[in-house]
């Protein structure tokens, strides 16, 4: 008998042994990752607060035990998709696990995606979108977005002359964009486009081709511009002592600084105003490493391979203190701003 209770007991020990080992073992094959995320461009707000939201998560992801490390790689020459390509091999020679790459091309990628693929490097694209197989894009519908903004320009001008201050050439929002606009300029034969140029999603370049403009000496109406520029745009008409009707404005503190204050004044000026949330890059780091954990998203939560952040703020001056209020406390330099939650990014998933 007691034979039989010693056999029982050391049999315990050994499975309970195993039991701790085969733990081990699969702590050791469930690899925290390391994150690579190049980011294409920096040096705007815009740039500054999405790569403050990319740390925010991967700091929050570190302190948990979700990763073992991320890097943030910034382009030297902004935009350009060469050297974000050079940037992406260097993540597949230091051996990472993921890439979130906010893309410079829709296409001049998909071959060094293919090599990181080929490595079992998981990648994801943010903000705009590539066309290369197997990779999850997560951005705004950039076609949709930009189109809101400028039908009610067209609707609330009905006529005159607009000028166009656009982001990044070559870049896939940005490209998106200008088609929306020109697809809705063709529904309002009393518009006119007099300019178009490329203010590099940056407020001090918005400004000096807006001022370049304005001293043509034509007459403007209107503006049809992005997120990050505005501001710089409505400050070029204000140094010339000028001011269009209707344009649309930064969904940040500085311009709605001016605007309330144009209000306040009884200008004859017009603003709408919808975020591009910075923090879509945060957003695609959590819907990243629910992929990369092996997790399937829920049918029909993708388009085209594709998850499409809804942003559902669009301000004008009849809800203008909406926005106000969200703003009027914060630094000159901010833009609203939103993350999705790691329960909102889970509830995607099946």
């Known amino acids: ?25 699969m702590q050791a094959f469930a690899k925290l990752p390391v994150v690579g995320i190049s980011t294409g461009s920096s040096g705007t707000s815009w740039r500054t607060i999405m790569i403050n939201s990319l740390e925010q998560v991967g700091n929050e992801y570190k302190a948990a035990g979700k990763i073992a490390d991320y890097k943030i790689v910034n382009n030297v020459v902004n935009g350009d998709a060469t050297e974000q390509a050079n940037i992406i091999r260097d993540f597949i020679a230091q051996g990472v696990d993921i890439i979130l790459v906010n893309p ?12 990181a693929q080929e490595e079992g490097i998981l990648v994801v694209a943010f903000d705009a979108t590539v066309t290369a197989p197997d990779v999850v894009n997560v951005t705004l519908d950039h076609y949709a977005w930009h189109q809101k ?13 607009l000028i166009q201050i656009y982001g990044l050439e070559g870049h896939p929002a940005n490209i998106d964009r200008m088609k929306a606009a020109s697809d809705v300029l063709k529904k309002y034969p009393d518009i006119k486009l007099i300019a178009s140029t490329s203010g590099y999603w940056d407020q001090t370049k918005a400004k000096e081709v807006a001022s370049q403009i304005i001293a043509s000496g034509q007459q403007i109406d209107g503006v049809i511009t992005q997120d990050g520029m505005a501001y ?5 008409f204000l140094d010339a002592g000028k001011l269009p009707k209707v344009m649309f404005g930064d969904p940040g503190t500085a311009f709605f600084k001016e605007w309330k204050r144009l209000r306040d004044e009884g200008a004859e000026f017009k603003a709408c105003a919808q975020p591009n949330p910075p923090g879509i890059g945060g957003t695609a780091f959590r819907i990243a490493l629910q992929l990369y954990n092996g997790k399937k998203f829920k049918p029909g939560v993708l388009k085209d391979n594709t998850y499409f952040y809804k942003v559902s703020m669009f301000i004008t001056d009849e809800n203008f203190e909406e926005g106000w209020e969200l703003l009027k406390d914060k630094p000159d330099d901010y833009l609203l701003n939103e993350i999705m939650s790691e329960e909102e990014v889970a509830a995607l998933f099946e």
């Open 1 to 25: 008998m007691t034979k039989a209770r010693n056999f029982k007991k050391i049999m315990l020990v050994v499975s309970i042994c195993a039991l701790f080992l085969l733990g081990l073992g």
């Open 104 to 115: 410079n091309s829709p296409t001049a990628l998909n071959g060094v995606i293919k090599e």
């Open 149 to 161: 903004n400028v039908e009610w320009i067209c609707s609330t001008l009905q006529k005159g002359n």
């Open 232 to 236: 710089g745009v409505l400050s070029a």
